[in-house]
């Protein structure tokens, strides 16, 4: 039935693998974030290849992959309310999960050091460093606010323990190819490079022994990583690449080569009417989302509207500009659609009619959909229809679907 949120298995399975293989070749530890998924079930899939632990941003969201029996889960996210961070302290010694903080504030610090303290609970700390995206995290520059936050996360120790840094390139969703994108992975590498230093210098000799740990990873910039852009950074803390979206394809990250990462998430419609200027689709705002991108980057379009799925992921053989192809492979190997989502109802697609040779939809026909974002698609859904290669459909439950608390 339609609308439904579809993963393609066999490309989830081939990006997860792709990314472990990729970061071990350049030393990382895999600690992928969970906020695109919310799924138990891909969790333990990148468990099996590799990961040494999780990423999440809201209490709630990473409370339900800790009683998911997972073994470390850092929390991305500034949490400021004792009640939320008492419900993670339970959670984790249930399950007997390691746990670990970002903070970038002095308040921050000692709300988490009352809270520890009066509960008698011990947790890991990073620093949270603003690269450029200018959202949250210690300006590089403020030395003065790095020594504060040392000084004051030392002397909460040992209820407190300072491990190293944590960054999040996001403005790396605003660059226009794969060389800005490694040029803001390389820049962001070198600067925790130099914060790090200054904290190891303004840290006392039993903090300093602690600083291995150097988080980082936005997709975009993940996609990019190679040894000039992984000097500094221990952890890799992506994502979306499990699935991917219509930033990798206008930014021309994707191409037929089995090394390339997959588009493995789409929404599945159905076309419920035609007139003369748009077909009309049973996937609207409620299902897509209306995000035009990351960070508020903005899309023309609300999605790439496919008729086969193989011309998505450039398998489906058809020649360059192939009227048959939903998907105008050029030699560059970049793809532009030739339908597209031009508008949002609450419950409706609004898809531009083109003249033929482009591909002609009728009332019944199945489409297939590439959003702007993936991320808020898997938020709006309580399960995932998983494709498998054999045919067979499974439904993987979006465990942490909703949970923004």
């Known amino acids: ?30 600690q992928p974030h969970v906020k695109t998924h919310k799924c138990v079930h891909v969790a333990k ?16 969201e990473g409370i339900t992959f800790i009683r998911a029996g997972l073994p470390a889960v850092t929390f991305a996210y500034p949490i400021l309310d004792p009640r939320k961070l008492r419900r993670i302290f339970a959670a984790a010694t249930d399950g007997q999960c390691k746990v670990t903080f970002v903070v970038d504030s002095a308040e921050l610090v000692q709300v988490l050091a009352d809270t520890c303290q009066a509960d008698s609970f011990r947790c890991n700390v990073l620093l949270k460093v ?19 936050l040392v000084e004051q996360l030392a002397s909460a120790s040992p209820h407190l323990q300072l491990v190293g840094l944590y960054s999040h390139a996001g403005h790396a969703y605003g660059c226009r190819d794969a060389a800005e994108l490694a040029a803001v992975a390389q820049a962001e590498d070198a600067t925790l490079g130099q914060v790090l230093a200054a904290v190891k210098a303004m840290a006392p000799a039993a903090v300093r022994e602690q600083l291995r740990v150097v988080c980082a990873g936005s997709t975009p910039t993940a996609l990019a990583l190679s040894k000039t852009t992984t000097r500094h950074v221990t952890h890799c803390t992506a994502g979306n690449y ?14 037929p080569s089995s090394s390339s990462f997959r588009i493995a998430l789409v ?3 159905t076309v419920l009417s035609v007139n003369s200027l748009y077909y009309i689709c049973d996937a609207g705002s409620k299902v897509l ?34 009227p048959e192809c939903s998907n105008n492979i050029t030699n560059s190997g970049s793809s532009t659609p030739q339908l597209r989502l031009a508008k949002l109802s609450e419950e409706h697609g609004w898809i ?19 959003p702007n974002h993936s991320c808020p698609v898997v938020n709006l859904t309580d399960t995932l229809t998983v494709l498998m290669a054999d045919g067979t459909i499974e439904q993987w439950k979006v465990d942490a679907r909703g949970l923004v608390l």
């Open 1 to 30: 039935e339609t609308p439904a949120v579809a993963v393609l298995h066999e490309h989830l399975e081939h990006n997860i693998k792709l990314h472990a293989h990729r970061c071990q070749e350049l030393g990382l530890l895999v």
């Open 45 to 60: 899939l990148q468990l099996d290849e590799g990961a040494v632990g999780f990423t999440c941003s809201k209490a709630d």
């Open 130 to 148: 603003d690269t450029g995206l200018h959202r949250v995290g210690v300006s590089p520059a403020n030395t003065a606010q790095l020594r504060v």
């Open 242 to 255: 499990v699935f991917l979206d219509l930033l990798a394809v206008r930014k021309g990250l994707l191409n």
């Open 267 to 269: 929404v599945c419609a």
């Open 289 to 322: 989302s209306s995000d035009g991108g990351a960070h508020g980057s903005a899309a023309g379009d609300y999605g790439h509207v496919h008729t086969n799925l193989a011309c998505i992921n450039f398998a489906c053989g058809h020649k360059d500009d192939s």
């Open 352 to 370: 531009t009619r083109l003249p033929s040779p482009s591909p002609q939809l009728h009332i019944g026909s199945r489409i297939f959909i590439v």
